[in-house]
């Protein structure tokens, strides 16, 4: 059972379109990330959420966390070619201290011309 | 700066096998942890070292090893790799405590186990 539900996992859309991707859970985070990953590469960090209700902006990237910090979207408005890529939400779980990530599947994006 | 670094990036072994994974990285960060990666699945924790001197296991950590050699490095061995193994492994770093749990990663390695 994947503690955090990430959908779709794959979205191929044309070029100008908006799209938005969720990250569910039962759990409660006390933070919430999105990374994104290029092939052949680690993932990089794009935003951190940390409050319940939180909306990040990052250009056409708009990331908000629950009320209940159990869930998040990503929303990318008028999607261009260069924003094809894997997009991947991580949790670190309330109450740990670790540092320890739990990782949706992941949401493949294709941005076609 | 370089970060996280692994190494190496692509290796293919034999069913039994061994191989260590090599991880430094030079920002200072006490959490270092090792994932795999496999289509339809994202990161699955394998091993992971809050500090210096300590590690703990993750989700997967079965037939895998792990040293936190200093702080700056954080090794993963298979002691005898099977075709299940056959994955990309990140390794990747953060701070301790943080409670937003940022982590910076490496570029990979990309294992193939035949």
């Known amino acids: 059972t994947q503690l955090l539900e990430q959908s779709p996992q794959f979205l191929s859309i044309q070029e100008g379109e908006n799209l938005t991707v969720y990250c569910n859970s039962s759990s409660v985070f006390s933070s919430l990330q999105w990374y994104r990953q290029e092939p052949g590469e680690g993932p990089v960090l794009l935003v951190t959420?940390?409050?319940?209700?939180e909306v990040k902006k990052l250009k056409r990237l708009t990331f908000q966390f629950g009320d209940a910090r159990k869930d998040s979207s990503l929303h990318i408005t008028a999607a261009q070619t260069g924003d094809t890529g894997l997009y991947l939400c991580a949790g670190a779980l309330f109450g740990s201290n670790t540092g320890k990530l739990i990782f949706g599947q992941g949401t493949t994006l294709q941005v076609k011309p | 700066n370089a970060g996280v670094t692994q190494t190496p990036k692509f290796q293919v072994l034999k069913t039994g096998q061994s191989m260590t994974l090599q991880c430094a990285q030079d920002?200072?960060?006490?959490?270092m942890y090792w994932y795999r990666q496999d289509p339809g699945m994202g990161l699955r924790l394998i091993y992971y070292s809050a500090s210096e001197g300590t590690t703990d296991k993750g989700e997967v950590p079965n037939g895998y090893n792990v040293s936190r050699l200093n702080k700056r490095e954080f090794s993963l061995r298979l002691e005898s790799a099977a075709p299940s193994q056959t994955s990309v492994y990140f390794c990747a770093s953060s701070v301790f405590g943080s409670r937003t749990g940022e982590a910076f990663f490496g570029q990979g390695t990309r294992l193939t186990v035949v």
């Open positions: 959420v940390v409050t319940g209700g």
């Open positions: 920002m200072n960060h006490n959490s």
